[in-house]
């Protein structure tokens, strides 16, 4: 049907050429689409715009669901429930009041009511003793497909955590946002002048650009692939696959402790021009070069390394807000080095030299495609781009100051991605109001022990900021 779907739609096209030209054709099919997405819009219909759908449901891995929690001061549910989530977000947010849908092989989103897509938001009276009886729910949570007809979102909530403080889960599927999207929405959704500078306003692009851009895109995609395709994959690398290959749909969720972003930048201003970013690809790469060490195994030189790259806007108000996912990627060969000095080095050139927009743009325009590829063939290029990539880090800068929801302070986020395609191992390392956690997701046949990852990501941030407070004592 999709295939079908596929070869009379460029037969079309090809027969307007033919006959028109190619200039009319492309003016005729900008004008068709045009007013086809302005009568659909009228219908309660949207084209879909973040193209993870088109693979992400069709690709046959479940575990495409990412989930977190927010502590907050305790506030009541009712009123966040209603007061907030009702009236503020699901009224004005129309992505939160609709569901996937499919016809001719097109992907939609449908409007469904208000009321509707308020049930996916659930009271729950668990009881929870530690950091650990926290987390542990949100791997169970995260097996659970949301259906398709419902909202691909959920949050449940608990108004008594503690005598002061509320908790608030989330979860929702990969293709529904980024984690910059959510947050932007919690910071936009008490009072505008709360959100949050996560990145500064990108600046139009103009025609000629434009153009340069999509005619820079094979070129930007061959280079990208080209490290997967040629990276030399040694024996070692194999230890963060699960023994089979597969994933067990199960993961592992870990949380390191917090470390105060003032400490951790006075760290990372002692290397010549190093960013955050850069240190945290360093304090990593040492980790990762230990965690093979203990498990006696000779380190890998390199591995290939995923890293999402938002590339939203901030929006000025609620209904202003897209919460499609709009992310890019660098990929590069990842060193593992014992020296930090030497790692930042290597990972500051690297990352540098795709983490540009002339390369990032064109991945996002090229994602644009899928909606108009078979799904099969859709999903076999992504899964067959993906499966030497041996793990996933993305560095998520939330509001450098505290936001509210109903009034009340957000305390801590805690993200989760989830273990996707043939990526066994995640790691996120997250920011939100002057403090900084990292976050490992694995799987839970992993061949090496991620807790002892945590570990060394802990003491290698930890000993720096000891030693620079000792030095000022």
């Not at 669901?65 to 503020?88: P, Q, R, S």
């Not at 067990?248 to 760290?267: G, P």
């Not at 021009?273 to 790469?285: A, E, I, K, Q």
């Not at 997250?430 to 046949?445: C, E, R």
Request: overall charge positive; proline content about 4%; charged content about 20%.
């Amino acid at each position: 049907m999709f295939i079908e779907y596929g070869l009379l739609h460029a037969l079309v096209i090809l027969l307007k050429i033919h006959f028109f030209g190619v200039l009319p054709t492309v003016a005729i099919l900008a004008a068709g689409f045009w007013a086809l997405a302005k009568v659909l819009d009228k219908c309660g219909y949207q084209f879909t715009v973040g193209q993870d759908l088109v693979f992400f449901f069709s690709s046959g891995h479940e575990s495409a669901n990412c989930v977190g929690y927010i502590e907050m001061e305790k506030v009541k549910a009712k009123t966040l429930k209603h007061e907030c989530f009702y009236k503020k977000a699901i009224l004005n947010v129309r992505k939160l009041r609709q569901v996937p849908v499919t016809f001719l092989g097109v992907q939609l989103w449908k409007d469904v009511t208000p009321e509707v897509a308020l049930e996916q938001f659930r009271i729950i009276d668990n009881k929870f003793e530690s950091d650990d009886d926290v987390i542990k729910p949100c791997n169970e949570w995260a097996k659970t497909n949301i259906s398709m007809d419902k909202p691909q979102w959920e949050l449940q909530f608990k108004e008594d955590h503690t005598e002061t403080t509320s908790l608030l889960f989330l979860k929702c599927h990969h293709s529904f946002t980024d984690g910059v999207g959510i947050i932007t929405l919690f910071a936009l959704l008490n009072d505008d002048s709360l959100c949050p500078k996560m990145m500064p306003k990108f600046k139009e692009f103009s025609y000629l650009q434009a153009f340069m851009l999509i005619a820079f895109t094979p070129i930007s995609l061959i280079c990208q692939a080209a490290v997967v395709w040629f990276h030399k994959v040694e024996e070692s690398s194999r230890m963060l696959h699960t023994p089979t290959g597969r994933l067990s749909d199960e993961a592992v969720y870990l949380k390191t402790k917090t470390f105060n972003f003032k400490d951790v930048r006075k760290c990372y201003k002692q290397f010549d021009n190093t960013t955050f970013n850069n240190y945290v690809m360093g304090v990593l790469s040492k980790s990762l070069h230990s965690w093979f060490h203990k498990n006696g195994v000779e380190p890998p030189k390199e591995l290939v390394m995923s890293c999402p790259v938002s590339m939203k806007t901030l929006p000025k108000s609620v209904s202003d807000i897209d919460l499609n996912n709009y992310t890019s990627s660098v990929t590069m060969e990842f060193p593992v080095c014992e020296s930090l000095s030497e790692s930042i080095k290597i990972t500051r050139e690297r990352f540098s030299r795709f983490a540009k927009f002339h390369h990032l743009i064109p991945t996002v325009y090229f994602q644009k495609l899928f909606k108009y590829i078979p799904r099969k063939i859709g999903s076999l290029l992504y899964n067959n781009f993906v499966k030497e990539m041996d793990f996933l880090l993305t560095n998520v800068n939330g509001p450098r100051e505290p936001i509210y929801l109903c009034n009340k302070q957000i305390l801590s986020i805690t993200p989760f991605l989830s273990t996707f395609s043939s990526l066994s191992l995640v790691v996120v390392c997250f920011s939100y109001n002057q403090k900084v956690s990292f976050q490992i997701i694995a799987d839970k046949q992993l061949q090496m022990d991620p807790a002892d990852l945590k570990e060394f990501l802990e003491t290698y941030f930890d000993s720096r900021v000891i030693k620079l407070k000792n030095e000022h004592i």
